[in-house]
């Protein structure tokens, strides 16, 4: 598809579905960009990853797994805390524990006694680095002097806080406590965290579908699936606040050379499956040629839009460094530019201009929105 060829975005319902197909996906960011290609891949069995996905998903579960769990404070200090003065602010979180803050923030006092709350200090005390509950509280009961009633009651509270999962005395358990929270209701899933999370870690896909009694498709599915969970929920409170964009295009200057690029190198790349592509070659059933060829032609159109997108939108991008490079190497002022500026140059459309351009932010000596260097409303 020629750059000239993308048409208004507003003639969409007009046009056929590959052309509608190729516009969407030339407005999306680099990560809607991928949470596309991860559908596709998951859902057309002639694409496959080169760089498989669910093993990177895998790793990551693997890294947050139960073993290696540092000491908690419980462990290092298993007296009662009903014996120390807390002072005046007693429940107040310890100066930096955002972790300790954020729990004790979420709970109504009014709700609680004075003796409940100081369990609750003491359990919020005793999770390990993940944030995971992994003691017995009949244990518990022994060392800290509180009755096991008590500590039951109040670790049930703890467990309803947010981020869901925490206060899960395993991982599993804080998976499918995620799952739960999002309506998820898959016995199935539930039974491969619960029993092959073992086998996820280790990438045996093929003992989990016959165990489980589903397709090796199913299974990778779950992959993605458990991939949008978080195996570490204290994560979620101890990240900074700050939010931090990813720029979809980066700018680089070598000498008096610039340099535009993709910001696409933490994405996954996708390829044809050799193995389906032979298995269509061989196969001698017409139903079956038909649906391998239906899914390598929408194999082939979605890798030839993704090119065509990331073609466009460096063209456009290398179009506006050259009007704005003042701005971008010594932060002068904005040159007065606009989309049809830029579109006539490329001899495109203007529209095809601010899809490129919607969402998408660049960097080089800082990240900035791409819509924001142009001096006329986008």
């Given at each position: 598809?020629?750059?000239?060829?993308?048409?208004?975005?507003?003639?969409?319902?007009?046009?056929?579905?590959?052309?509608?197909?190729?516009?969407?996906?030339?407005?999306?960011?680099?990560?809607?960009?991928?949470?596309?290609?991860?559908?596709?891949?998951?859902?057309?069995?002639?694409?496959?990853?080169?760089?498989?996905?669910?093993?990177?998903?895998?790793?990551?579960?693997?890294?947050?797994?139960?073993?290696?769990?540092?000491?908690?404070?419980?462990?290092?200090?298993?007296?009662?805390?009903?014996?120390?003065?807390?002072?005046?602010?007693?429940?107040?979180?310890k100066t930096g524990d955002q972790l300790r803050e954020s729990l004790l923030?979420?709970?109504?006092?009014?709700?609680?006694?004075?003796?409940?709350?100081?369990?609750?200090?003491?359990?919020?005390?005793?999770?390990?680095?993940?944030?995971?509950?992994?003691?017995?509280?009949?244990?518990?009961?022994?060392?800290?002097?509180?009755?096991?009633?008590?500590?039951?009651?109040?670790?049930?509270?703890?467990e309803d806080l947010e981020p869901v999962g925490i206060f899960s005395p395993?991982?599993?358990?804080?998976?499918?406590?995620?799952?739960?929270?999002?309506?998820?209701?898959?016995?199935?899933?539930?039974?491969?965290?619960?029993?092959?999370?073992?086998?996820?870690?280790?990438?045996?896909?093929?003992?989990?579908?016959?165990?489980?009694?589903?397709?090796?498709?199913?299974?990778?599915?779950?992959?993605?699936?458990?991939?949008?969970?978080?195996?570490?929920?204290?994560?979620?409170?101890?990240?900074?606040?700050?939010?931090?964009?990813?720029?979809?295009?980066?700018?680089?200057?070598?000498?008096?050379?610039?340099?535009?690029?993709?910001?696409?190198?933490?994405?996954?790349?996708?390829?044809?499956?050799?193995?389906?592509?032979n298995m269509m070659k061989e196969s001698s059933d017409p139903e079956l040629?038909?649906?391998?060829?239906?899914?390598?032609?929408?194999?082939?159109?979605?890798?030839?839009?993704?090119?065509?997108?990331?073609?466009?939108?460096?063209?456009?991008?290398?179009?506006?460094?050259?009007?704005?490079?003042?701005?971008?190497?010594?932060?002068?002022?904005?040159?007065?530019?606009?989309?049809?500026?830029?579109?006539?140059?490329?001899?495109?459309?203007?529209?095809?201009?601010?899809?490129?351009?919607?969402?998408?932010?660049?960097?080089?000596?800082?990240?900035?929105?791409?819509?924001?260097?142009?001096?006329?409303?986008?």
């Amino acid at each position: 598809m020629d750059l000239r060829d993308y048409t208004s975005a507003g003639q969409k319902q007009a046009l056929p579905d590959s052309r509608a197909q190729a516009l969407d996906i030339l407005a999306m960011t680099n990560q809607e960009l991928e949470d596309f290609l991860v559908n596709e891949y998951l859902e057309n069995p002639m694409l496959e990853s080169v760089e498989h996905k669910e093993n990177e998903i895998m790793t990551s579960i693997e890294k947050f797994s139960d073993e290696g769990a540092s000491a908690s404070y419980a462990e290092q200090h298993p007296g009662n805390p009903e014996d120390e003065d807390l002072g005046g602010n007693e429940f107040s979180a310890k100066t930096g524990d955002q972790l300790r803050e954020s729990l004790l923030g979420q709970i109504n006092w009014k709700e609680h006694s004075r003796h409940d709350l100081k369990i609750m200090s003491y359990l919020i005390d005793c999770l390990d680095e993940k944030g995971f509950f992994t003691y017995d509280t009949r244990e518990l009961a022994a060392t800290s002097g509180y009755s096991q009633e008590d500590l039951d009651r109040c670790l049930a509270v703890l467990e309803d806080l947010e981020p869901v999962g925490i206060f899960s005395p395993d991982l599993a358990e804080c998976l499918i406590r995620q799952l739960r929270a999002k309506e998820i209701q898959d016995p199935i899933l539930r039974a491969l965290l619960r029993e092959h999370l073992t086998d996820l870690v280790n990438g045996q896909i093929g003992n989990i579908s016959r165990h489980l009694g589903i397709s090796t498709i199913q299974v990778k599915e779950y992959i993605h699936l458990i991939g949008s969970l978080n195996p570490r929920p204290v994560m979620d409170i101890q990240r900074s606040e700050a939010s931090y964009v990813v720029p979809d295009i980066l700018i680089s200057r070598s000498g008096d050379r610039w340099s535009v690029e993709i910001n696409d190198q933490w994405m996954g790349e996708y390829r044809f499956s050799q193995y389906y592509m032979n298995m269509m070659k061989e196969s001698s059933d017409p139903e079956l040629t038909a649906y391998f060829n239906e899914r390598l032609e929408r194999a082939k159109s979605v890798m030839g839009w993704v090119e065509q997108r990331g073609r466009v939108i460096v063209q456009v991008a290398e179009s506006v460094l050259k009007r704005q490079e003042d701005h971008f190497r010594h932060q002068g002022p904005l040159t007065p530019m606009k989309l049809t500026d830029i579109a006539q140059e490329l001899d495109i459309p203007y529209s095809t201009v601010a899809l490129a351009v919607k969402g998408k932010f660049i960097q080089y000596k800082k990240t900035e929105s791409l819509q924001s260097l142009f001096t006329s409303p986008v």
